[in-house]
Every structure is written in structure tokens, then in C-alpha cells.
């Protein structure tokens, strides 16, 4: 029989194979060196050594130290006097407080509550605020006087 020679598996290559490999010399080269390249890139690196751990001292708590209170507020009334002054007369002690929830003026939203149920909510709410008020009556001088809280 004729000896045949056989040829690299490379698309285009017409080199004869190196014995014991499918590829020419030239491809056999470039291949090793492809895998090894890639054999190189998939093999695991070692890990570097954990750091050593080092001891760090806290600082030293810082020492307490006493701070006297606040010297006391001046009174704002001078003293013997209490109870509420009249603005019109100056009396002091005279004064009667009575407090009690007057209206205000409408409110927004009970108003767009009556529209949204065609007033039928005004019946049982009513359109006014509610807001806490304080009446005062001077007893000396028989003035009148409203404080909205």
C-alpha cells in the first residue's frame, strides 16, 4: 500500500500532521500556548494570608466634672403680685376667667362635605368652627375681654 500522508485538521492547512497529533507543527505550537494561557487563567490563586490582628487600646473615658445649674429667672411679676392684670384699669386679682368653645367662621371642609352631600351633612354638623376661647370680665372697672387659645 501506498503511504498516505495525512494532513493538518486546520481549516486551509495543507501541512503535513506531527506524528501523534491531529494538527501541523505550526498549529501544534499556537495550541499549547493557548492552553496554557487558558490553564494559567482558570487555575485557582492561592489565597493571600489573613491579616494579623492588632490590638488597639480605647481611649480613656473622659473624667466628669460638675457644672452648677443655671442661676434661677427674674420673676416676671414683681413680687405679692398674682392673678391676671386688667389691660384697661391695671388691677390685679380682679380678674374672672371663664372658658368656653365659641364659633369661628365657617369651615372648609364641613362646607365641602354639604356640597359633597348636598347639605344634607349640614344638618347634623353645621357649616361654623368651634374654637376654644378664654372670657375675661374685670370685676373693678367691668370691662369684657376674649383670648383665642
Known sequence: MKDRKIYCNRLGCNEPRVEGSRLCSAHTAKTAEI???MHEAWTPK?????????????????????TPPPAPLPEAR????????????????EVKVSKDRSKAGVSGAKLTGAVLTAGL???????SRKEKVNHFEC???????TDRR
Open 121 to 127: 351633612s349640614i344638618l347634623g354638623t353645621g357649616l
Open 46 to 66: 492561592p489565597k493571600p494570608p489573613a491579616p494579623i490582628a492588632t490590638y488597639t487600646p480605647k481611649p480613656p473615658a473622659p473624667v466628669a466634672t460638675y
Open 139 to 145: 370685676k373693678a372697672c367691668g370691662v369684657t375681654w
Open 78 to 93: 414683681p413680687e405679692g403680685r398674682t392673678g391676671i392684670e386688667c389691660p384697661y384699669c391695671h388691677t390685679v386679682g
Open 35 to 37: 492552553n496554557a494561557r
